[in-house]
């Protein structure tokens, strides 16, 4: 056989050749002399580059099934509700500040292990070559992480409420102790018995004062929750227990005039007391929720770019681009 018929094979070859895998397949024609060897190797390099092209559209979609798999747990996980009930029913028992601690470690326990799967789904396709599928699908990871971040931030902030809310509570139960107070020390001064009317009315002026600054302190931390309303109603309402002691005081000395116009006063203390604007917190059940509506904004706003980022990946893989 001439050199001429040797070399007209090699040129039918070239096709074949420029399909192949990359460079590193290509070293197997270094070793190749014989023409109907290299006609089958180069059968088998097309075979090959078939071969890993199905092997690596199956790698990427197992990624992304397991990847999906791992999402669906994290947000399954961050979303029971079973801890959030657990507090609010805490809470209805009249514990606030143990309902929403209970709440936050249900939550933040949550958080842990929905982040364990985000893990897991982040490893999945970190091991993907770089792609647009790639790329997408990590975006979604990170908005899903800030999103989760934000859940957290929720939880926090009921946590930090609860004390505050717990204290507001109580002051309010002590409102309705000063009442009972100033009742109990008018009765005794209409009974002449001063002396004791004089110390249960010192006691609501205390107790109207407590809850005054309570009101106050809970109104620098929440001021959408209106408690400066509330510590305008404790403010009347010490004033007027104010006005108990007086009763007391002018009806040991005698004074009916003076004893008399304390009894106006009182009774001018109670109409304030009772057309008095009541605030938020006390009137509008859904307070707490419309003061974590930014929260709720960015949870919202992170979930709905992380479902983009997600559908983009798929779309990216269904293209081909991975």
């Avoid at 059968?43 to 197992?62: D, K, M």
């Avoid at 010192?202 to 109207?208: C, E, L, P």
């Amino acid at each position: 056989m001439s050199e001429d018929q040797l070399q007209e094979p090699q040129e039918n070859q070239a096709p074949a050749a420029q399909i192949a895998p990359p460079k590193k397949k290509r070293t197997w024609l270094v070793v190749l002399v014989v023409v109907v060897l290299l006609s089958c190797i180069a059968a088998s390099a097309v075979g090959g580059v078939l071969y890993l092209r199905v092997q690596t559209q199956n790698e990427v979609e197992t990624a992304l099934m397991n990847a999906d798999a791992h999402m669906s747990k994290a947000m399954e996980i961050a979303g029971d509700t079973e801890a959030l009930y657990d507090g609010l029913e805490a809470m209805s028992s009249g514990s606030i500040q143990g309902g929403m601690d209970s709440m936050v470690s249900g939550a933040q326990a949550n958080l842990a292990l929905a982040e364990e799967e985000i893990v897991a789904a982040e490893y999945e396709i970190s091991a993907l070559d770089d792609s647009e599928t790639k790329s997408a699908y990590q975006e979604s990871i990170s908005e899903t992480r800030l999103a989760l971040k934000s859940t957290g931030d929720v939880f926090a902030t009921f946590g930090e409420a609860g004390g505050v809310l717990q204290a507001a509570i109580d002051a309010s139960a002590a409102m309705g102790e000063v009442n009972i107070a100033m009742n109990d020390a008018i009765n005794k001064s209409n009974n002449k018995n001063y002396s004791e009317a004089k110390t249960i009315a010192t006691k609501a002026v205390k107790m109207a004062e407590e809850a005054e600054k309570t009101f106050s302190a809970a109104h620098a931390e929440y001021p959408d929750a209106e408690f400066d309303k509330a510590a305008d109603i404790a403010k009347l309402k010490r004033q007027q227990a104010e006005t108990v002691l007086k009763l007391a005081e002018y009806g040991k000395a005698g004074s009916t005039s003076k004893y008399n116009k304390a009894i106006n006063d009182f009774n001018g203390y109670n109409t304030k007391v009772l057309t008095a604007v009541q605030p938020r917190i006390f009137t509008d059940p859904t307070w707490l929720l419309s003061s974590m509506q930014d929260f709720l904004s960015t949870i919202a706003a992170h979930t709905e770019k992380a479902q983009d980022a997600s559908d983009r990946a798929h779309d990216a893989f269904d293209a081909g681009n991975y």
